[in-house]
């Protein structure tokens, strides 16, 4: 897959799939039990490299306990291993961008003294030095959010923090970003250029993606494959195949099936 820039706002896309045996995170009857409540059991799937994985469910599923399980946040039974071609074990470096943290609106902290103190551990009380600012805007660049860096954290809209947080998880550039409902607080516009900014990023970077979302909307055009989680997985397959199975129905009482393949 190639991205051809065409101007700041847009790009031409090229659907592409994931690769399986370049590397991959396998996970095994994972289980998580909290306080004697069964979180999540039997849990198995792949993440392939270069693969963008939606996770959908109804609001206390398990989508973000399973999350903090990958992110080592949290004990579990069962196995979570990644693997690269030929089969060798490593340790991957994961991004994480959790559900959008909200931020006084009369905050003064900037976007550049946000993210210097948080890669840098650089005080938010001293002016910073050129050379992190220009590592700031280095990291911006991944996610064309050059012009965010001396915005306040607090004015920006739902799409400018993700893009934030986003770049943050970026630095240093992972093999696989996890984000917990990144469209949540973003407008109806904005969610597709978020999406196509995640599919420039995973062939930029040649990295996997895995996200939870309540949009299903996007997920035809955008994920490759859609994991329905309600504390198992109950259906897994392409956005066509589960947006249409009887499983996605049960647990939404939505029937998203439409002639042409398309939900």
Not at 143 to 167: D, F, P
Request: aromatic share 8%.
């Amino acid at each position: 897959m190639r991205f051809e820039k065409k101007d700041t706002s847009g790009f031409s896309r090229i659907p592409m799939r994931g690769r399986p045996g370049t590397c991959q995170l396998r996970v095994r009857d994972l289980g998580v039990t909290l306080e004697s409540d069964t979180i999540l059991q039997g849990i198995n799937f792949d993440l392939n490299c270069r693969e963008i994985v939606a996770l959908i469910g109804p609001n206390g599923a398990g989508k973000s306990s399973l999350f903090r399980s990958i992110l080592g946040q949290i004990p579990y039974s069962g196995s979570i291993k990644f693997e690269l071609a030929g089969g060798y074990p490593s340790r991957p470096k994961i991004g994480y961008v959790p559900q959008s943290p909200s931020f006084d609106r009369d905050y003064p902290i900037s976007v550049l003294d946000f993210f210097a103190a948080a890669i840098s551990r650089w005080p938010v009380f001293l002016p910073v030095p050129k050379s992190l600012r220009e590592k700031v805007a280095e990291c911006l660049s991944r996610v064309h959010g050059e012009a965010l860096i001396h915005k306040r954290i607090g004015t920006l809209s739902g799409g400018e923090l993700q893009r934030v947080l986003m770049a943050l998880a970026l630095e240093p550039i992972p093999q696989i970003l996890i984000l917990d409902e990144p469209l949540s607080g973003v407008d109806v516009g904005g969610e597709h250029l978020l999406m196509e900014m995640l599919d420039e990023i995973r062939q930029t970077y040649d990295l996997s993606i895995f996200f939870s979302t309540h949009d299903f909307n996007t997920l035809q055009q955008y994920a490759d494959k859609v994991i329905l989680l309600q504390h198992s997985i109950l259906k897994t397959g392409t956005p066509n195949e589960v947006l249409r199975s009887p499983e996605f129905q049960s647990v939404f009482h939505l029937n998203l099936g439409m002639e042409g393949g398309n939900p």
